[in-house]
Structure formats: C-alpha cells, structure tokens
C-alpha cells in the first residue's frame, strides 16, 4: 500500500515537473487511479486562481493614478506601489530633459544665426517657421512646471516630502494646477504647427495670397498665450470657488474669438481663387469642416454648467479626439502631402492618397459623431462595459476605427507604392501654378473686372456728382462770398 501511494505520487510529481511530451507517458496513472486525476484538476484550479488575484492586484495599482497622476494615489506608495508608477514619472522627467534641449538648440540657432531683417520681423518668415518657433515658446514655458511636479511627486513618493500630502499640510489640487498648466498649452502645442501647414496650402491650391496674414499671424499668438489662462476648466468639479471657474469660463469662451478670425481669413482665402481640386484642398475642406465641429463642442464644455452635466462623459471624449485625432492628424497629413515632393523627390501616389483620405476622415466621424450621443445619454468614460441600449452607437464607433485604421494602412501603402512608381513630380511647393489653374484664374479675372465694371457703370458720371455736391454740400460759397 505504500509503495503504491509512493508511485501515485511520484507520476503526479513528474506529471507537473516534466515537459509536455514526457508527461504524456503517464497517462494510465490518470486512468488507474481517478484521484491523480483530481489532483492533477485542483493544483491547476489554484494556481490560475492565484495568478488572476496577483494580475489584477497589479493592474489596479498600475492604473489607479491614471494618465493624469491624480493625487494622493500617484504620491502614496500606498496606493501605488513601488514598480511601473515611477518609471511612468522618471520617463516623462528625460522626455522633458530632451525636449528642453531640442528646443534650446532650434531657439537659439534661430536667434543668433537668422538675418539681421529677419529677427523682429515675422511678417516676412513663412507660416509653417512661425508655428514651430511659437510651439517651441510654449514648451519653453510649460515644460519646467510639468517637470517640477514630477520632481515633487517623486520626493513624496520616496523621501517622505509632504507637497501633496494634505494630512501633513500639502496641498492635494496643487499638482492639478501644475499639470494641467502644461496639460492644456500642449493640446495647442499639437495643433499650432498644423495651422502654419494650412496657411502654406491654402495660397498654394488657390493662386492667390491668404487674407491678412498680419490678422492670421496675430489670431495663432492670442491663442497661444490665452491657453496659459484656461486649464482651470479641467478642475470645474475639484472644489474651486465659483468666481475662479466663472473666470476661467469667460477666458475659455474669448479663446473663440482668434480662432473666428482665422477662419474667416481661410474662408476669404478660398472664396475669389481659381481652386484645383486635389488631394491637398480636400484635406484641407476636411480639416476646416473637423476643426469648427471640435471647436463649437468645445464651447459648450467651456461654460461650468453644461461642463458638469458632460464631465467624464463620451462627450468629452468625443471632443478631445476630434480636436487631436481629426483636426491635428488632418492637418499634419496636408503637410506631409504639401511638402512630399520635397521630401522624397518623387510624386506622391494620388489613388492611394485619395483613398486614405476617405477612408480617414470618413473613419474620423464615424467614430466620434457616435460618441457625442453617448455623452448625451450620461455614458461615462473610463469604463469597460455598458448597457446593452448603447450596443449601435458603441459598435458604430468601433466600426469607425476600424474604418480609420484602414486609412492609415493606405497612407504607408502610398509611401510604399510613391517610391516603388517613383513619379516625378510636377510641381514642387514653391507658389507655381498649372497651366490651367492659370486658365481658370485668368477666366474668373475677367468676369471678376467685367461684373466690377458694369457695377460701376451704374454709378452717376463726374458732372452729375459735382452737380449733385455743388447743389447739397457747397459749404464754400460762405466763406467764398464777397460782401460790397
């Protein structure tokens, strides 16, 4: 009897310690004694019970601050546990080092080596040179505080600093401040450098100088310094006085007012041109059409109350995507189509860039549009599962992804198949018009004087306006008068 319990688990044994093929050799003890069998059921039942507890447990702790480092959990090893939270805080502290230097670099060669006309005088600099120099202004600006609480937020993590410990007299929301003081200024650290790629395409697809570029000039630095004012409209519902939110608020909804300007100036740019319709004017028609549609839904979120109800919603969500996803990504790829013949020498490969646009932008909306009726409907974010009612709009956002991510497979695939044709390319981006844009706008010139003309035409000639004035407005004749 014990030399048989001795042998039962000796194959169980060798069962668990050998490899696949040698454990297979021991079948009939499976078969010959049903408790091995049993046995066998339950060290493999424990341990997947075991490794789910300690995969979850490491997941919550990993994920508990979020994306945003919310305090006390990101600052409490009680919470977070030593591990992924600070290699999350040691990457972004060298991100900013290197962004710091890069910056530095670009800045100053910019300052010291630029022509002596040029320094003071961005007027005469093209659009894409002062997007750049202004973004790299602002990282300039918000990239030490972003690095300065991460600093922080390390010390009271592992020297038992209290800045955002409010049981030892730190302040919790400080590091909200801080953050979203660099959070905000980056979303128009994206997006700036795609305004100077459109006001570069818009004079190029349209034979004609952009509308103001002093206003257009003007409109993306009021943006840019009226983002350092407005990132307290993260924080409506972190417990700040109604007077802060209330000004926070108003300067959020002011912000409308520069972006008004370069739309108008967009729109007056493409109104009297002789336009080719291409692959460039497309994306750009998209990325207006994308950015006053991200816009107008932003507005709503700027105002405290509306930002309550939608807080946490798929309406935030929806937003925010379309401004990064859609208007940004839209923008960055009219730059990379604008400037492609500069790049790689070869003409860019039109059926799959027209492919990748529908596919893209179309992917776009269908994704987004969805989520603005989810946040309607009060479905928040950051959730894995939701009611079945919210199944069509759901799986129409999930198709719309997919839709998106088959875009830009098509936009590698035009790269691959521009230098596997190796066209040339026929213009570059230098302001030279094709010969029938050039027809067109001759066209549209002389129906444009012939219309101004017979305007004119209609207007009383010059003796029956210095008869008119003489008759009505001759002030002279009093002090002209001579008395005898």
Same mark, same amino acid.
Not at 27 to 37: A, C, D, I, K, Q
Not at 78 to 88: A, E, H, N, R
Not at 173 to 195: C, D, K, N, R, S
Not at 269 to 283: E, P, R, T
């Given at each position: ?126 659009? #894409?040179? *002062?997007? @750049?120099?202004? =973004?790299?202004? &602002? ?6 505080? $972003?690095?300065? +609480? ?102 959020? #909804?002011? *912000?409308? @007012?520069?972006? =008004?300007?370069? &739309? ?6 493409? $109104?009297?041109? +002789? ?210």
């Amino acid at each position: 009897m014990f030399q048989k319990r001795e042998e039962k688990d000796g194959s169980v044994l060798s069962y668990f310690i050998s490899p696949v093929p040698k454990a297979l050799l021991f079948w009939h003890n499976l078969v010959s004694y049903p408790e091995s069998f049993w046995r066998a059921c339950s060290r493999s039942f424990t341990k997947r019970r075991r490794k789910v507890y300690f995969t979850k447990c490491s997941e919550r702790t990993n994920v508990t601050a979020g994306w945003t480092f919310i305090t006390p959990f990101s600052s409490n090893l009680k919470y977070t546990g030593f591990g992924s939270q600070d290699i999350l805080i040691i990457s972004v502290i060298f991100a900013g080092i290197s962004s710091t230097v890069g910056f530095t670099n670009l800045l100053i060669t910019r300052r010291t080596l630029a022509m002596p006309g040029l320094r003071n005088r961005r007027v005469l600099m093209p659009f #894409i040179s *002062i997007a @750049l120099f202004l =973004t790299m202004r &602002m990282l300039a600006i918000v990239t030490p505080v $972003l690095g300065a +609480a991460m600093i922080m937020l390390f010390m009271d993590r592992h020297w038992q600093t209290t800045f955002f410990e409010f049981a030892y007299g730190g302040d919790t929301i400080l590091f909200q401040h801080l953050f979203w003081f660099f959070g905000h200024p980056e979303v128009y650290i994206l997006i700036i450098p795609t305004f100077g790629f459109i006001n570069m395409v818009i004079p190029f697809i349209n034979t004609r100088r952009v509308a103001s570029k002093h206003h257009l000039i003007w409109a993306i630095y009021v943006m840019a310094y009226m983002g350092y004012l407005v990132w307290g409209h993260h924080m409506y519902l972190l417990g700040l006085d109604h007077r802060s939110r209330s000004l926070y608020s108003t300067i959020t #909804i002011m *912000i409308s @007012l520069p972006a =008004t300007i370069k &739309m108008v100036n967009w729109t007056l740019s493409l $109104l009297n041109g +002789a336009l080719k319709v291409d692959i460039l004017l497309l994306f750009t028609l998209a990325y207006i059409i994308v950015f006053v549609v991200g816009g107008f839904t932003g507005m709503w979120l700027s105002h405290v109350a509306l930002n309550i109800a939608m807080h946490d919603t798929y309406y935030v969500v929806a937003h925010f995507h379309l401004m990064l996803s859609g208007a940004t990504m839209i923008g960055l790829f009219t730059g990379v189509y604008y400037y492609f013949a500069a790049l790689f020498g070869v003409k860019y490969s039109r059926l799959f860039a027209y492919f990748h646009f529908v596919y893209y932008v179309g992917g776009q909306w269908l994704t987004f549009l969805p989520m603005f009726w989810l946040g309607f409907s009060g479905l928040p974010r950051r959730i894995h599962d939701y009611p079945v009612i919210f199944m069509g709009w759901q799986g129409m956002a999930t198709t719309g992804h997919l839709i998106t991510m088959m875009g830009i497979v098509f936009f590698f695939l035009m790269i691959l198949d521009s230098h596997i044709e190796r066209k040339v390319a026929i213009y570059t981006p230098l302001g030279n018009p094709r010969w029938h844009k050039r027809i067109q706008y001759y066209i549209f010139k002389i129906r444009y004087l012939q219309l101004t003309n017979k305007k004119i035409n209609k207007l009383p000639n010059m003796k029956v306006r210095q008869l008119i004035q003489s008759r009505y407005f001759n002030e002279y004749e009093i002090y002209n008068t001579k008395t005898s």
